[in-house]
């Protein structure tokens, strides 16, 4: 479980996140959305501890990432939507890389580079320098360095960035296998017909603070003749109006 107790981050006399608190539940894909600026990926960065913040607290599995910041980034994968790798290295030595940072048996790792390789359709390329890869294909192996420790809260910030439709659809489907297994997913996205279709809740945060946190089917029964693209600008919309009164 992924607990985020009202957290603060300013960056000089601007204040990009205020307040803000959320639980992701076991089970959950949790979908977090707003318009650039608005502080999803100010959160994103501090959950999963690479953003120093100001005020509150966020717990991974009960664990305060201020406190034990090591411990926590065990318990996650981080997917940005620009992978930074060591682009002097093959893709398969970053995977082993990575696995030996964690501690991943070589049977464990084998078996999942093969597991995960195969479905982004990467595998006969991991021999290559990472520096002649694609955005996508760095992305994908992103992707498979990020999930190869098995981690149970996965933190995937514009993750499907440059993936070509059938890893993206992979992807959509790993995340929900994650949850069904009892984990947790956050889930960031500008493509809102995804995060419709993904995620089981869903939380808007415009200007740094979270407007809105519901199930998507509730919303749903609630706004029949809407898509979640209307009733994202109307609720935004709404918090801007209130913000200028």
Known sequence: MLK??????????????????????????????????AGKTTTIKAVAGILAF???????DGISVKEQPT????????IPDNPDLYEFMTGIAYLNFVADIFGV???DRIQRIAKYSAAFEITKDLGGVISSYSHGMKQKLNIIGALIHEPKIWILDEPMTGLDPRSAYNLKQLMREHADKGNSV?????????VEKVCDRIGIIDEGHLITCCQIDELKERNKDKSLEELFLELTDNSAAQTVE
Request: proline fraction near 0%; charged fraction near 35%; include cysteine.
């Open 186 to 194: 956050f889930f960031s996205s500008h493509v809102l017909e995804v």
């Open 4 to 37: 985020i107790e009202h957290l603060t981050k300013k960056y000089g006399e601007k204040t990009a996140v205020d307040d803000l608190s959320l639980t992701i539940e076991k089970g959950e894909i949790y979908g977090f959305i707003g318009h650039n600026g």
């Open 54 to 60: 100001d005020d509150g607290d966020i717990k991974i």
């Open 71 to 78: 411990e926590c980034k065990r318990r996650i994968a981080y």
């Open 105 to 107: 048996s070589k049977s």
